[in-house]
Each structure stands twice: as C-alpha cells, then as structure tokens.
C-alpha cells in the first residue's frame, strides 16, 4: 500500500489537531519529491525521532530562477508514494499551489547573510524561495523537527537560522549525504545525465576528497582549488561554478582549514547543475 496522500492544507490541519490533541510530536521531511534513496534516509530519521511523520511534496515554484529548470524538474508523484510505502510515514502531504501560496500572497522570507555567497551568489532569488516555503510547511505540518540532508548544507544552514530567528521551534536534524558507489551524491537531477555524463559526473566528489586530504595536511586553499577546479573540467565537466572553502558555523570564505570548515562546489555537466559538499575539519 502506498503512503496515504493528504491534498488539501485544511485536511492535514484535521490531522495535525488529532496528533496534537493526542500528545504526540510531528517531524516533517520536505521534498520536491523523485524520491531516492537520499532521501529515504532522512525518512527514517524522522521515523526514529518523532511519533508522525509528514513527508511533503512540493515543487517550489518560488525557488528556481530557471523557468526551464522548474519545467524539467521530475515530478513522479506515483512512485514516490511507492517508495515511501515500506517506510510507514504518516502522510504524503502534496498540497496545490493555493494551499501554499493562496491569491494575494505577499510575503517573502528572507535570510539575509548565509544566502549571499555559493548557491545564494548564482541562483538569484533561490534562498527566498527556500526560506519562504520552509517556513509555509513548518507552520502548516505543525512539525515539532524537521530533517534536511547535508548535501544542500546551505540551504540546512539557513533553516537552522530561519527557525531559530522566527521563532518556528523547530528543531533541524542534518543527516550526511548518501552517495552512489561511485561516489555521485544522489540527487533528483542525476535522471536527467546522459550515460556518457554519468559517467563522468563522479569527477566532481573524487577531485574533491583529494582537494579536502591536502587541505587537512594544512595546504593553502587556493592553489588546491585551482588543481581541483582543472580536474573536474578535464573529466568531462564543462564549468565548475564554484569551488570553496568556506567555515560550517557561517560560510565565511577561508584561506586554509583553521576552523570547521567544508569544502563547497557546484558544476555543469550535460546542462545539468550538480552540487556536493565534504567535510574539512
Ligand atoms: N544524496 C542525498 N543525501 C541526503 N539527503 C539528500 C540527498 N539528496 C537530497 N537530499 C535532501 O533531501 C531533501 C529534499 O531535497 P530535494 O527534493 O531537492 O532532492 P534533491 O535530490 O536534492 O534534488 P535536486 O538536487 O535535484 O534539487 C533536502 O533536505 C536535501 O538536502
Ligand atoms: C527544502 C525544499 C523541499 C523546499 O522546497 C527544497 O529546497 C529541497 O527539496 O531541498
Ligand atoms: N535541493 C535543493 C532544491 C533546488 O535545487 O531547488
């Protein structure tokens, strides 16, 4: 049986009031749906950490800053309901347009900061639309905590600081990424790399852990960025958009690994924008 589907915001509200009602805590996992096994992972987090648990499915229309890419973006609403099916969530909440964004809605969420380096610099708008949903589905699930997956670790960053500025007491759980064997970060775009590209796309995560082993040897982070950058492109990438060092606790661009540091990149290949993120220190 599939995961039970709620399409209306005042459906789930009647959920959520009996949940309430009977004590017991919410932990929600927002999606844009074309589940894979990346984000199963966080389902069973929220499995673990709360008594429901709501899946959302939305895609975001305020998000993208490419009307193509919004139009490309997978929608299988069918199979994810399959997928989650084992795992037993609570509901499968897919609301329309107009439950999150009813005629003359005119607020925006914006955290100011975080978002305007990495992803924030090159997807204008981007982060708004994050901040703005997140804060939609948090209010609407009634959601107790919320699980995010560390590859979009920006985006876990800044939903940690939207949460805590408004006031959404939310707790944010981050879970690690989960990679293919070759070590491609899942991601719902990956359907859409042609074989020869797929083939390649793993370049991106290799030529980052040798980046990230001369970094913790105490390396400068621009000569390795620079060798990093050169690999990534001879192996089939046609441009590294970003590629950085940057401090976990506020993204802040640094020289060397001295503090909590990841390393950061996002790159095209096959006319598709991939992003992946490793630990420093
Ligand atoms: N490989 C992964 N490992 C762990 N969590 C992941 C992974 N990929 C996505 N997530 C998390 O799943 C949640 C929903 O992400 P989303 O629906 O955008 O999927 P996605 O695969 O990141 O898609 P895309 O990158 O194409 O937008 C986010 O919290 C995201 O960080
Ligand atoms: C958090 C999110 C579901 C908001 O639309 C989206 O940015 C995503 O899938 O990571
Ligand atoms: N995974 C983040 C959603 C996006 O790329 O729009």
């Known amino acids: 049986m599939?995961?039970?589907i709620v399409r209306s915001r005042a459906a789930l509200a009647e959920l959520v009031a009996g949940w309430r009602r009977a004590g017991e805590t919410i932990g929600v996992v927002p999606t844009m749906g074309a589940l894979h096994e990346g984000h199963l992972s966080l389902v069973e987090g929220a499995k673990a950490g709360?008594?429901?648990v709501v899946v959302t499915l939305f895609v975001n229309p305020r998000q993208f800053n490419s009307r193509d890419d919004y139009e490309k973006y997978p929608r299988t609403e069918e199979e994810d309901a399959a997928k989650l099916a084992p795992h037993d969530v609570d509901a499968l909440y897919v609301p329309g347009p107009e439950d999150v964004y009813p005629p003359g809605f005119a607020t925006t969420v914006s955290v100011s900061g975080l978002t305007g380096v990495l992803c924030g610099a090159h997807r204008p708008g981007h982060f708004d639309g994050v901040a703005t949903v997140c804060t939609k589905l948090f209010r609407q699930t009634g959601a107790d905590r919320a699980w995010?997956?560390?590859?979009d670790f920006q985006q876990l960053q800044l939903v940690r600081r939207l949460s805590a500025d408004l006031d959404l007491g939310v707790e944010v759980?981050?879970?690690e990424t989960v990679r293919e064997a070759d070590g491609l970060a899942l991601s719902s775009r990956n359907v859409r790399l042609g074989a020869e590209a797929r083939r390649a796309a793993p370049a991106l995560h290799a030529a980052m852990t040798e980046a990230v082993a001369a970094l913790r040897d105490g390396a400068a982070a621009g000569p390795v960025i620079d060798t990093?950058?050169?690999?990534?492109?001879?192996?089939?990438y046609d441009e590294v958009e970003y590629l950085e060092l940057r401090a976990v606790e506020d993204l802040r661009a640094l020289d060397r690994a001295e503090v909590p540091a990841r390393l950061f990149a996002a790159a095209w290949i096959d006319g598709v924008r991939l992003i992946d993120n490793l630990p420093v220190t």
Not at 148 to 151: A, H, L, V, Y
Not at 228 to 236: E, L
């Open 50 to 52: 709360a008594d429901r």
């Open 228 to 236: 990093a950058a050169q690999a990534i492109r001879a192996a089939g």
């Open 2 to 4: 599939s995961a039970p």
């Open 173 to 175: 759980v981050g879970c």
């Open 148 to 151: 995010f997956g560390e590859k």
